[in-house]
C-alpha cells in the first residue's frame, strides 16, 4: 500500500499562491523524486502530502482514501528527518523505539520492530551506543530507523542528505536506494541534486515555480524533455 493522488491541489500563503492547480499521482511502491531549484515548492508539496501544511483547495488520497482532512500522525506516512534530530542522551534503540513509545505501543511489539529495523539498516552492533558515538552515516540511519518502525504506507523525505559531506553523501545514497530495495515501499525523495534523482528515482517530477514541468522516468527526461528548463536541470542536450 502507498499510492499517493493530488487532485488539483493548491496552496496559497496569504495572498501568494506558491503552488497553482496541481494533478500527481505516485504508484505504490515507486521511488518518486521531487527535483527543482531552491524555493519551487518542494518542500511546500511535501508538507501537504504529509499533512504538515493544509492545502487550500483540492484533494490528496492515500490509497483510494480522502485524506485531505487527516491528521499528519493518521495518514500512514513517515517524514524522515536530518540525523540532528535525534535526542542525545538516548542510545539508538530508545532513539529508534521513540514514535512507538509515544504512541503507547506495546513493548514486546515494539522490541521486535526496532530489532528488526536495527536489522535491515545494518545498526544491529550499535543499538545500545549513543548518537554522539556513531559516524555520520550511522546517524542518518537511526533517523530513518525512527521512519520504519512505524511500518508506514509511504516514505518522505526532504533533502535528507544535505548536511552530509560528498563522499558521505555517495553512500547514503545507495544506503537509501538498498533500503527502497528491501522495504518495498513508496518513497518521495525531494532534492535540489541532479544527480541524486537521475541515479535514486523510478520517476522524476520536474518542479518550477509550484508548477509540474514534466514527469517521467531519469531516461525519459534525459532522451526527451519537454523543454530547455528541463534539458538544463537533468543535464541533456536539447
Ligand atoms: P523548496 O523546498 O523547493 O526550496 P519551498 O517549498 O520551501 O521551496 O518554498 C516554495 C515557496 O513558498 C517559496 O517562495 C517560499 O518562500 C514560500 N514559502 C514556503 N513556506 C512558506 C511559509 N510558511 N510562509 C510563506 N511562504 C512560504
Ligand atoms: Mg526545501
Keep these: 500500500m502507498g499510492r499517493i493522488t493530488l487532485d488539483k491541489v493548491t496552496k496559497s500563503f496569504g495572498e501568494v499562491e506558491?503552488?497553482?492547480p496541481l494533478d500527481l499521482t505516485i504508484e505504490d511502491g515507486e521511488f518518486c523524486v521531487f527535483v527543482g531549484p531552491s524555493g519551487c515548492g518542494k518542500s511546500t508539496l511535501l508538507r501537504l502530502i504529509a499533512g504538515l501544511e493544509d492545502i487550500t483547495s483540492g484533494q490528496i488520497r492515500i490509497d483510494g482514501n480522502d485524506a485531505t482532512n487527516v491528521p499528519p500522525a493518521k495518514r500512514?506516512?513517515?517524514?524522515?528527518?536530518?540525523?540532528?534530530?535525534?535526542?542525545?542522551?538516548m542510545s539508538v534503540r530508545k532513539n529508534i523505539a521513540f514514535p512507538l513509545r509515544m504512541a503507547k505501543m506495546d513493548q514486546?511489539?515494539?522490541?521486535?520492530?526496532?530489532?528488526?529495523a536495527a536489522s535491515v539498516l545494518n545498526l544491529s552492533d550499535y543499538i545500545d551506543r549513543r548518537p554522539g558515538q556513531l559516524s555520520g552515516g550511522q546517524r542518518q540511519?537511526?533517523?530513518?530507523g525512527r521512519a520504519i518502525v512505524r511500518e508506514p504506507a509511504a516514505f518522505l523525505f526532504d533533502e535528507p542528505l544535505s548536511n552530509l559531506d560528498a563522499a558521505l553523501r555517495v553512500g547514503m545514497r545507495m544506503e537509501i536506494s538498498e533500503l527502497h530495495k528491501k522495504l518495498d515501499t513508496t518513497m518521495i525523495y525531494v532534492t535540489h541534486d541532479q544527480v541524486e534523482a537521475m541515479t535514486m528515482a523510478d520517476k522524476i517530477v520536474v518542479l518550477r515555480a509550484g508548477h509540474i514541468e514534466q514527469v517521467g522516468s531519469p531516461l525519459e527526461l534525459y532522451r526527451n524533455p519537454r523543454n530547455t528548463f528541463v534539458a538544463a536541470f537533468i543535464g541533456s542536450p536539447k
Design 18 to 20: 506558491v503552488i497553482p
Design 108 to 116: 514486546a511489539e515494539i522490541d521486535r520492530r526496532v530489532e528488526n
Design 76 to 89: 500512514g506516512l513517515a517524514m524522515v528527518f536530518q540525523s540532528y534530530a535525534l535526542y542525545p542522551h
Design 141 to 144: 540511519r537511526v533517523a530513518i
